[in-house]
């Protein structure tokens, strides 16, 4: 086949030559660097294997690596994914642009279900467009893009679960067995069956293992998520685990997250109901928990301001914490509007209980589901006040709903945090601190940033007992960008600290 060389080495900036690139992705080879695990693939040519840049392998000759910029690439040059590191464990190198964007559809399971046409219009491009796009920025087509996601996808399930071949096949996105048996031996020369580790201890669902870049700060992030959990819908358990209920077209469950620190990864525990939605499952839980940031990246960013280099020390790999679903967070902040976030999380907790649907699950504080966006439309502004709130915050949370029905809540590939923030603001009792922070937390803007925030006025203020006003923020925040939700993240903690 067909070098690939190209496709990883394409130069960035004018000063950055094809030989220095590859000259820093080996010396990131030879120092097992992890800052890179996920940015670049390698493969050797005299094993016809590729490997993440960690690989604890007998590192290969210079002249026997080849690099790429994502397994797709290096599956279509023909190599086999190391069986060692494990190329699917990888956080993945994601960044703010159309190409990615599709690239994070297509592997959460976009094309398993659906076609390139209709992939195609959720995007807003042509179908050629959307060939055209992802063969400059990977240098394969969508469809070689989804098969070598299923197969890695498969290759993880094989190699941590023991499900079925027959549920492996279809919770991988292949139409059959006979099928996914037939593209692994054609692309890995091996049987499904031959590389499926031992039993694992016996537990209640699956367990499967989701990597990310170190350091990572799960305790301050646990404490945030525990703070603001919806009870009922979700729960932190011993202070070590993270608890919810789950509800995907049309399955319903469970999932609990424990650290592995010692791996650099988390623990991923699903109810066995789950298993034919794992992929999109696993890629909501991605985004949650922000395992996709490159926390070197952005300290030398953040590190100039004084306040929030003081803070990263306290707290290194400081993630920002996403949601599970958009629509929930988006109550969440609404019934966060001008009152504590105790008080918060108690009126959300009567929300769950009182319109969300009740489920069995192993833990005790996960007891609901949370109710969906057609429910809370159609219920009377009189009704939603009875778990606690004004008959105005009771209107805006059912506008909210209906705005979600409409699909406003979908984050469109392209669009920008100030288009987003604009858009959300139509809706009736939504504002701009409110329609910030969904944008920073539900919809994943790296620069969202709710300055109106009487919290991060205070934590960015010199003097004790003092705050900034919020234009004085914005301005200062403006050195910030483009991580000024990490900026966020790192002033409520120091609050937190004090």
Sequence with gaps: MADKRSEMTKDN????????REQAYYRAVVAKDTRFDGVFFTGIKTTGIYCRPVCSAKTPRASSCVFFSSAAAAEASGFRPCLRCRPELAPYALQQNLAYGVWQKITAGALNDGNIEQLAEQVGLSSRQLRRVLLQEFGVSPV???????LLFAKKLLQETHLPMTE???????????RFNALFEQRYKMTPGSIRRAAQEESEGLVLRLAYRPPYAWDALLAYLGGRAMPGLEAVIDRNAYARSVQMDGKTGWIKLTHLPERGQLALQVAPSLSTVLMPLLAKVRTQFDLEANPTVIQSHLQADALLAQQMVLTPGLRVPGAFDIFELAIRAVLGQQVSVAGATTVSGRLVRAFGDAITTPFAGVTHHFPAPALLAQLPVEEIATIGVPKSRAATIQNLARFALAGGLQRKIGASADAVVADLKTVGGIGEWTAQ???LRALRFPDAFPAGDLGLQKAAAIA???RITEK???????AWSPWRSYAAL???QSLSNK
């Design 472 to 478: 004085q923020l914005l301005q200062r925040a403006q």
């Design 168 to 178: 492996l096949a279809y919770a991988a996105g292949f139409g059959s067995v006979r």
């Design 464 to 466: 004790p007992e003092s």
């Design 437 to 439: 922070y969904i944008a």
């Design 490 to 492: 790192l002033l409520w």
């Design 13 to 20: 900036s004018s000063t950055t030559t094809v030989v220095e």
């Design 144 to 150: 070689e893009l989804a098969q070598t996601q299923r």
